[in-house]
């Protein structure tokens, strides 16, 4: 089995093991795989294996990796970096999901851009639940409003929220913010909690995970 495999094989293992902790069943945690800065060769090895949901955070290289693995059957790429309204237009030809949507204007662009190139896109709010200063993500005292926004645009489909948590070695540090994205969904009716990567996803599917990005635990070191 190829080093890839293996990986793939110990993260599902952690999934499985996650689920059975919250009596969940792992089918319902899709695995983003995050291929930022990774090249196209290991994205086809990737899909060989059966993945196909994969995570990319900068605009350029987005557009590149798009281009050269149109030919991949189901592929499906979700865009989870801080996006700039005036890269809206890129993002909307060829993401399948925007993970990273944080506010009315970007919403707004996006739906645009969307509704021009007569397609749909799948997106989720990211909510900064530690409400740290200067991070990008959705204020809480604005979520309310960002979801009513996002919901009466047609071309977006909100499919629910998403986290990135202040980093922290010790998930344990993280759960109360999992927790909290996990009630806020709930609050909201959203099927989707996008949160835990490669050193915490044990304890974000414990919390209701239902999408976990992780990078490096199956790619290694960037
Ligand atoms: C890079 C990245 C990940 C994956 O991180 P790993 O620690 O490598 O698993 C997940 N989410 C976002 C938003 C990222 O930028």
Excluded: W
């Excluded at 069943?25 to 059966?50: M, N, W, Y």
């Excluded at 990796?65 to 979700?78: Q, T």
């Excluded at 909100?158 to 344990?172: N, Q, S």
Aim: charged share 25%; net charge neutral; proline share 4%.
């Amino acid at each position: 089995m190829s080093d890839l495999a293996h990986a793939f094989e110990r993260v599902r293992a952690r999934i499985s093991s996650a689920s059975a902790r919250a009596h969940r069943d792992p089918a319902d945690v899709a695995l983003v795989a995050v291929s930022k800065t990774h090249p196209c060769a290991r994205i086809r090895e990737a899909h060989a294996l059966g993945q196909r949901v994969f995570g990319e955070n900068y605009v350029q290289e987005l557009m590149q990796k798009a281009d050269e693995l149109a030919d991949l059957p189901g592929l499906r790429l979700h865009f989870i970096g801080h996006l700039q309204r005036n890269k809206a237009r890129e993002v909307a030809r060829v993401a399948h999901c925007v993970e990273t949507l944080d506010s009315l204007r970007l919403a707004d662009e996006l739906a645009k851009r969307v509704d021009a190139q007569g397609r749909t896109l799948d997106v989720l709010i990211q909510v900064n639940v530690a409400a740290e200063e200067g991070k990008s993500g959705c204020a809480l005292d604005q979520l309310s409003e960002l979801i009513a926004h996002t919901r009466a645009l047609t071309p977006l489909k909100l499919e629910g929220l998403m986290l990135i948590p202040p980093h922290d070695e010790d998930p344990e540090q993280t759960r109360p913010h999992f927790k909290r994205l996990h009630a806020l969904a709930t609050e909201h009716g959203l099927t989707h909690r996008s949160m835990g990567m490669s050193h915490d996803l044990h304890v974000a599917v414990e919390e209701g995970a239902t999408m976990v990005r992780v990078g490096s635990a199956l790619f290694g070191a960037r």
